[in-house]
């Protein structure tokens, strides 16, 4: 299989050695700020991106998160920096314009490549993948749901019909509610339904014209 891309977005070249030698079996591109990196990102389309805040001719990473989102949304990027307060680290790690990871500096290589392993398997494509099959389990979910309601209404219209048949005297709804075990406001909305359908008569329920509400 041909090797992930990583864009590294570092200024520093003892750095970027690092880089080479923790993640040599990767193919690796190298941008010194973020504007070079905005400029070179069609070119290279990486899988992966590692970008330092503080850049080269006093550019700031953070600055570029929501372009680099905008360009690559499905590609994850690891922030590698030793400048961030916590309530920036927060900041880069929430949001629709996110990053997946921030690592300190100095890097703890063994961390770096735990990590890069990890965005590649479970971030970009594969996570947008899972999302939508999380979607998809979640409608059949609802809709099995659904079902099983409407089968158990249709049940108990069907007993309660069965009970009533013939009958002109007003429905004892309680004592309905309590054999059925739903709410009272439940076997109202039943009996209209039976009434609407022609099969009892208006009389099982005579001052009732309207549906009780929802709730």
């Given amino acids: 299989m041909t090797p ?85 680290q927060l900041r880069a790690l929430q949001g629709p314009r996110r990053a997946h990871y921030c690592l300190p500096k100095p890097v703890d290589v063994h961390e770096l490549r735990r990590t890069v392993e990890t965005a590649l398997v479970e971030c970009g494509r594969n996570e947008i993948v899972r999302q939508f099959e999380a979607l998809e389990r979640a409608q059949r979910v609802d809709a099995l749901e659904l079902f099983s309601r409407s089968t158990d209404r249709l049940s108990r219209q069907i007993h309660i019909f069965q009970l009533l048949r013939g009958s002109h005297q007003r429905a004892n709804i309680s004592a309905l509610a309590r054999q059925f075990r739903v709410a009272r406001r439940t076997i109202m909305r039943d009996l209209h339904e039976l009434i609407r359908r022609g099969q009892l008569p208006p009389e099982v329920y005579p001052e009732w014209d309207k549906p009780p509400p929802e709730g």
Wanted: hydrophobic share 45%; no cysteine; net charge negative.
């Fill in 4 to 88: 992930a891309t990583i864009l590294i977005i570092e200024d520093d070249d003892l750095q970027y050695e690092i880089y080479e030698e923790a993640l040599g079996q990767y193919r690796l591109a190298r941008a010194r700020t973020g504007s070079e990196a905005l400029a070179r990102m069609p070119e290279i389309l990486p899988d992966l991106v590692i970008l330092d805040h503080v850049l080269e001719g006093g550019e700031q990473g953070l600055d570029f998160l929501p372009e680099f989102k905008d360009l690559l949304p499905h590609v994850p990027i690891i922030i590698v920096s030793g400048a961030l307060a916590v309530q920036q």
